[in-house]
């Protein structure tokens, strides 16, 4: 979730129709038809917003001057595209177009709706830590994906606060708890919290799985593999259960943005959120007093090695007509040169490629970088590791609920069950 302007990824709007669940999809985007060219390559891109769309044209730029091909780019409005997806890419997409790592795109590569470049990644994968890598491959082990950007998670705080208090980063699950009672003395709010949009509770969620269950546990539980009633689920609604007391009262009336306030003004302590949070710290000395931290551990044999970073890139089409081109192109944009040029424009993200220049970084940038490519694992978030129907209509009434009563929860985990079974079962 990288930016407010792009949080709509991770909303499940597209629900069904991006899965091909059932209900009808929108008139498919058809590609621009140009790719016959064989110095030109058809880009499908959901890059609406000014910002990402303004970055992406200068890559694109780039790559024409240095090779001589023109990129043909078919935009559309960033939910549109994600609805009409599975039509398109049935359809006669363009040869190249942008999607998110992990499930969603592990969905389409499975469906035969992308085509492999285990080729291209033969000539880029030096330039990508291993966690990034992993996040590339389909369930065939083979490549679909080429990373440029990402974002994390993490504990958001101010650091002239944990000065003045004499507060110390926890670490650890029982040091979380403890300063969570000190900040309470303290007459804070320890945990901002707003989830009227639904979806930052299942940032929430995520941490706490894959801290209590470990990584495995949890893509698995995302994928509709493991059981909503296990064992391992509940014991991780415990420990949610526990520390919601600390957490803003009312937080399914506010706002995420309503919640990073009580941050910037300093009645809250902490703020379990995206990285996109610094875009509500307008003042500069207040975005200068921003710091973040890994979410604590909760069992030692799972640590803190897995860090969730939404990650967005790009995929090859089934059959493309200008193979060769659109391989050349997601070369190049699996390049830190082209990593360089979209941060240029847009540094509220972090590049994918460990070998991007990180000289430009601002402190929260520099830090995001080193977790990620420090991480053991990485996830996207609950419904980029998900189906989007499944969190959209399952997932995100479920936590709410959850948040608003939290002894209800062997219920509310049978209910989750039995509705995953209905929606994976749909094929």
Same mark, same amino acid.
């Given at each position: 979730m990288p930016s407010p302007g792009r949080r709509a990824v991770l909303r499940g709007v597209a629900g069904a129709a991006v899965l091909?669940?059932?209900i009808p999809l %929108?008139?498919?985007?058809?590609g621009s038809g140009t790719a016959a060219d064989p110095k030109t390559v058809t880009l499908g891109s959901n890059a609406s917003d000014a910002v990402p769309k303004k970055a992406f044209a200068e890559i694109y730029a780039a790559f024409t001057k240095q090779s001589g091909i023109a990129v043909d780019v078919n935009t559309k409005?960033?939910?549109? +595209?994600?609805?009409?997806?599975?039509? #398109? %890419?049935?359809g006669t997409p363009d040869d190249? +177009?942008?999607w998110f790592a992990g499930y969603r795109m592990q969905f389409f590569a499975s469906k035969k709706l992308a085509s492999p470049i285990d080729d291209v990644w033969d000539k880029i994968g030096g330039n990508f830590p291993d966690a990034m890598k992993? %996040?590339?491959k389909g369930e065939d082990g083979k490549y679909y994906f080429v990373p440029i950007s990402?974002?994390?998670?993490?504990?958001? #705080?101010?650091?002239?606060? +944990?000065?003045?208090?004499g507060y110390t980063v926890p670490t650890t699950w029982d040091q979380l708890i403890a300063l969570c009672k000190q900040m309470k003395k303290d007459g804070l709010v320890p945990i901002a919290f707003g989830d009227k949009d639904a979806w930052p509770a299942m940032g929430t969620f995520d941490q706490i799985n894959f801290r209590t269950n470990g990584y495995d546990f949890h893509v698995e539980l995302m994928a509709g593999k493991a059981s909503w009633t296990?064992?391992?689920?509940r014991t991780a609604f415990d420990h949610w259960a526990e520390l919601l007391p600390y957490h803003q009262d009312g937080a399914v009336g506010r706002t995420w943005q309503d919640a990073a306030q009580t941050l910037i003004s300093k009645k809250a302590g902490m703020y379990l959120f995206g990285s996109f949070v610094a875009q509500q710290f307008t003042n500069k000395a207040d975005l200068d007093d921003l710091d973040f931290f890994a979410f604590p551990q909760i069992d030692p044999a799972y640590g803190q090695d897995t860090v969730e970073a939404p990650t967005d890139g790009f995929m090859l089409s089934k059959a493309p007509k200008n193979k060769a081109a659109a391989q050349k192109l997601l070369e190049f944009l699996g390049s830190p040169e082209a990593e360089q040029i979209y941060l240029k424009s847009d540094p509220s993200l972090v590049a994918a490629s460990s070998k991007a220049d990180t000289s430009s970084y601002s402190a929260l940038q520099q830090k995001a970088y080193a977790m990620i490519?420090?991480?053991k694992h990485l996830t996207q978030f609950m419904d980029r590791d998900s189906r989007p129907d499944f969190t959209s209509t399952v997932m995100q009434p479920a936590l709410q609920k959850f948040v608003r009563d939290p002894k209800g929860v062997d219920g509310l985990l049978t209910s989750i069950e039995r509705q995953k079974k209905t929606i994976f079962a749909s094929g």
């Open positions: 091909g669940a059932g %929108l008139s498919a985007c058809g409005d960033h939910n549109t +595209f994600q609805e009409q997806i599975n039509s #398109y %890419l049935q190249v +177009f942008n992993a %996040l590339s990402t974002s994390i998670w993490g504990v958001f #705080y101010r650091k002239s606060v +944990f000065r003045q208090h296990d064992a391992k689920v490519s420090g991480a």
